[in-house]
């Protein structure tokens, strides 16, 4: 005959110990061992595709400027000048005797950009930089001889581009009143 101790121990489930959150089970996983189906999820709408590179405005007019500038090359090395060198010295053949902050407001520039072109020219002797009169705080571009000189050698670099571009005085103008117009519209957008 067995006997059995009545103050035997029972075995019990061990209690449930918190389980992390990574060591959890969401529903779906404690459910089936079997991966179970989600929800029927919208699909995205259809996103449009960028449009071509070559459709786009702003890279048809950077990749013109390129263009320009390497037209330009050749006819302003032969002038010892750089592009922005060369728009500096246009203001000033222009009008001369002007502040540096005319010439920037003229080109688009800041006066962080525009004094180092001005020092290269100052250098090379095209210009010369002095404190106003009236007003030391300002400083006033003028041409020197020399780059009053280069204005005659200057009328080869525009010629280039009626070259290269082959249109008629008409259709260029036409362009030029185009892109301002548009460079204009841009300007009104930022500021908004």
């Known amino acids: 005959m ?10 019990t489930k061990p209690a449930a110990q918190a389980k992390s959150p990574a060591q959890a089970k969401s529903p779906a996983q404690a459910k089936s061992p079997a991966r179970a189906k989600s929800p029927a999820r919208a699909k995205p709408a259809a996103r449009a595709s960028p449009p071509d590179l070559d459709d786009l405005l702003c890279f048809a007019i950077y990749s013109t400027g390129f263009a320009f500038n390497r037209v330009y090359r050749e006819p302003l ?8 060198q060369y728009l500096v010295m246009m203001c000033l053949w222009a009008q001369d005797d002007v502040t540096v902050g005319r010439i920037g407001e003229r080109l688009g520039l800041d006066t962080n950009t525009l004094t180092p072109l001005l020092k290269r020219l100052e250098a090379l002797g095209f210009i010369t930089r002095r404190r106003s009169v009236e007003d030391e705080r300002r400083v006033m571009v003028a041409l020197t001889h020399k780059g009053e000189a280069l ?3 200057a009328a080869d670099v525009v010629r280039c581009i009626a070259d290269a571009v082959d249109l008629p005085r008409a259709e260029i103008a036409r362009l030029t009143r185009d892109v301002r117009s548009l460079r204009e519209s841009l300007e009104r957008a930022i500021e908004a």
Do not use: I
């Not at 067995?2 to 075995?11: E, L």
């Not at 090395?77 to 922005?84: A, F």
């Open 77 to 84: 090395q032969r002038l010892g000048l750089t592009y922005p």
């Open 2 to 11: 067995s006997t059995r101790n009545a103050k035997s121990p029972v075995k």
């Open 151 to 153: 204005r005659g050698e």
